[in-house]
C-alpha cells in the first residue's frame, strides 16, 4: 500500500503522519509531498525519515492513495493527476467538497456511498465534521428541523500562521498575519471571506456540507464563526429543533451508544467538554445536554473536538480504513 501525503510539511499533514502511525495504517512506502520550497527536507514516520520529494516525483511513484492537505489551489491543480495513475485523493480543502459527483464524507454517516475505483474524496471542513457527527445521529431518532450553530474555533484551524501570529502577541509583537485584529486576550466573530449576503464563506460551509453529508437539502441552519484565543481544539453550542419532541435522557442514550462520540454531561461535577481535554484525541465530545425552555421541540447541547484530528487528519484517515477494508 503506496501512499502519499500531500502538504507532509504543514500542521494536518504532520498530524495525518501521526495518526496513519497510531492507526497501524498498512503503509508499505511512504511518499510525502510538498511545494518546492520544502523538497528535501525530511518528515519522520514509524521512526525512520524520510524525504519530502516533489508532485511529478510523487505521481512517477504510482501511490494506491493519497492524503491532500496542501490548500484549495494545490488540490485542484493536481488531484486529478494522481486518480488519472490509478490513485484515490483524499482531500482536506474546500476544493471539491460541493461539486456534484464528488462524495464529500463522515464514514460513520455516508461511508456507504464510495465506491472502490480511484477517485477524489472530500474531506468536509472541520467545523461540519463534529457537528454533523451529532446531528446526523439524532436525526435519525426525531427528525431535523433547524439548527443554530455558534462556533469557538482555535487558532490552528488557520494552520501555522494563526499559531504564530497568537504566539507574536502573547510576546508582544505586533503580527496580523492570520486575522484582521489582535487575536491573542480577544475574540473575533469572522472566520473566512465575508459573502455578498454577510455571511462568511465558512459560515456557508457549515450549512452546505452539512446538508450534503446528511442528505437533507432542504435543512434549515445558520451558523457564526467565531475566532477564540485557544491553541487547538473547536467548540460549538448548538441549538436543535426536532420535527418529532425529543427526549434530554433519550437523546444523551443516543449518543453515548454512537460510535466515534463521548457523552460528558454531569454539571453537577462540573463535567463537560473543554477543548483544553479533546486535544490529541480522535473523538467528539458532548455535553451540556438540556431542554430549549423556548421550545418543546428543541434541545441545547455543546460539542468540542480536535480540529486536526477527528476535524482533518482522523477523518481521513479513516476514509481510507474504510475503503481498504471493504
Request: proline share 5%; charged share 20%; with cysteine.
Amino acid at each position: 500500500m503506496k501512499v502519499a501525503v500531500v502538504g507532509a510539511t504543514g500542521l494536518v499533514g504532520q498530524k495525518m503522519l501521526r495518526v496513519l502511525e497510531e492507526h497501524k495504517f498498512p503503509v508499505s512506502e511512504l511518499i510525502p509531498v510538498a511545494s518546492e520550497r520544502s523538497e528535501g527536507k525530511n518528515v519522520k514516520f514509524c521512526g525512520k525519515d524520510y524525504t519530502v520529494c516533489g508532485f511529478t516525483e510523487a505521481l512517477s511513484r504510482k501511490p494506491q492513495i493519497a492524503l491532500f492537505s496542501a490548500g484549495k489551489d494545490i488540490s485542484l491543480a493536481w488531484a486529478q493527476a494522481f486518480v488519472d495513475v490509478g490513485c484515490t485523493v483524499i482531500d482536506n480543502s474546500s476544493a471539491w467538497r460541493m461539486h456534484e459527483n464528488i462524495p464529500l464524507v463522515v464514514p460513520e454517516i455516508n461511508g456507504h456511498t464510495l465506491s472502490l475505483d480511484p477517485q477524489i474524496i472530500a474531506n468536509p471542513n472541520c467545523s461540519t465534521i463534529q457537528l454533523v457527527a451529532v446531528l446526523y445521529p439524532l436525526h435519525l431518532a426525531f427528525g431535523l428541523k433547524r439548527v443554530i450553530v455558534s462556533t469557538y474555533q482555535s487558532v490552528s484551524g488557520s494552520g501555522y500562521k494563526g499559531v504564530k501570529q497568537i504566539n507574536d502577541e502573547r510576546n508582544g509583537i505586533e503580527n496580523r498575519c492570520a486575522y484582521p485584529h489582535q487575536i491573542f486576550m480577544n475574540c473575533i466573530p469572522h472566520g473566512g471571506n465575508f459573502l455578498a449576503n454577510d455571511y462568511t464563506d465558512e459560515e456557508m460551509k457549515l450549512l452546505n456540507e452539512s446538508r450534503k453529508i446528511m442528505g437533507i437539502p432542504d435543512l434549515a441552519l445558520s451558523g457564526t464563526v467565531v475566532r477564540v484565543p485557544v491553541a487547538g481544539g473547536h467548540s460549538e453550542s448548538v441549538n436543535i429543533e426536532f420535527i418529532n419532541k425529543p427526549d434530554v435522557a433519550n437523546i444523551r442514550e443516543i449518543l453515548s451508544k454512537t460510535a466515534g462520540i463521548i457523552v460528558q454531561d454531569k454539571p453537577a461535577e462540573n463535567l463537560y467538554p473543554m477543548p483544553l481535554y479533546a486535544e490529541d484525541k480522535d473523538e467528539v465530545f458532548v455535553g451540556r445536554i438540556r431542554a430549549d425552555l423556548s421550545n418543546c421541540n428543541a434541545i441545547n447541547l455543546w460539542i468540542v473536538s480536535d480540529n486536526l484530528r477527528k476535524g482533518a487528519a482522523t477523518n481521513a484517515v479513516q476514509i481510507a480504513e474504510y475503503l481498504i477494508n471493504r
